[in-house]
């Protein structure tokens, strides 16, 4: 059995045998990966009128606290949206009622951001069909694969700095 890694690896050992392609064995899946889930996911998204940044700052705001509030600098630390887009972002879902920005209590010039109701009904909503979509994404692997995976990767990414603390 092969995929298309593999067939890009064989090119690749055909045209420059001196060079050791065997990264791509790796960093090549994940791209592709990441493509197909990504492609799944955003169908999802797109069925309640959502993006995955969108659904990630909901999300964020969901389930970082009962108040389901926080900064906007607080968001970009939860989530996967990067800062040039979370204006932009909380721009369109407040103006949809989905989340609202107040001034801060604590700080004159910070602002809060906060889940609406309608927006905890809506990311309530896409949730079950987020995790029945990756669920079925991950169906080929075992629990034992997945925790192992899971393991690596994440071994991986605080080898390149991305970590918590």
Not at 65 to 72: A, D, F, I, K, Y
């Given at each position: 059995m092969?995929d298309?890694?593999?067939?890009?690896?064989?090119?690749?050992?055909?045209?420059?045998p001196?060079?050791?392609?065997s990264?791509?064995?790796?960093l090549g899946?994940?791209?592709?990966l990441?493509?197909?889930?990504?492609n799944?996911?955003r169908a999802?998204?797109?069925?309640?009128?959502?993006?995955s940044a969108?659904f990630?700052?909901l999300a964020?705001l969901?389930?970082?606290?009962?108040?389901h509030?926080?900064?906007p600098?607080?968001?970009?630390?939860?989530?996967m949206?990067t800062s040039?887009?979370?204006?932009q972002?909380?721009?369109?879902?407040?103006?949809?009622?989905?989340?609202?920005?107040?001034?801060?209590?604590?700080?004159?010039?910070?602002v809060?951001?906060?889940?609406?109701?309608?927006?905890?009904?809506?990311?309530?909503g896409v949730?079950?069909?987020?995790?029945q979509?990756?669920?079925t994404?991950?169906a080929?692997?075992?629990?034992?694969?997945?925790?192992?995976?899971?393991?690596?990767?994440?071994?991986?990414?605080?080898?390149?700095g991305?970590?918590t603390?």
């Amino acid at each position: 059995m092969a995929d298309h890694v593999d067939l890009i690896l064989e090119q690749w050992g055909e045209q420059r045998p001196d060079l050791d392609a065997s990264p791509m064995a790796v960093l090549g899946r994940l791209k592709r990966l990441a493509q197909v889930a990504d492609n799944q996911l955003r169908a999802n998204f797109a069925r309640h009128g959502l993006d995955s940044a969108s659904f990630d700052v909901l999300a964020t705001l969901r389930r970082s606290n009962s108040e389901h509030r926080l900064t906007p600098a607080g968001l970009m630390r939860s989530s996967m949206v990067t800062s040039g887009a979370i204006t932009q972002r909380l721009d369109r879902l407040e103006a949809r009622g989905l989340v609202t920005r107040t001034p801060s209590e604590t700080d004159g010039r910070g602002v809060q951001v906060t889940l609406t109701a309608k927006g905890l009904r809506l990311i309530d909503g896409v949730l079950p069909g987020h995790l029945q979509t990756e669920e079925t994404l991950l169906a080929a692997l075992s629990k034992a694969e997945r925790k192992q995976l899971a393991d690596t990767l994440r071994t991986l990414l605080e080898s390149l700095g991305d970590r918590t603390d």
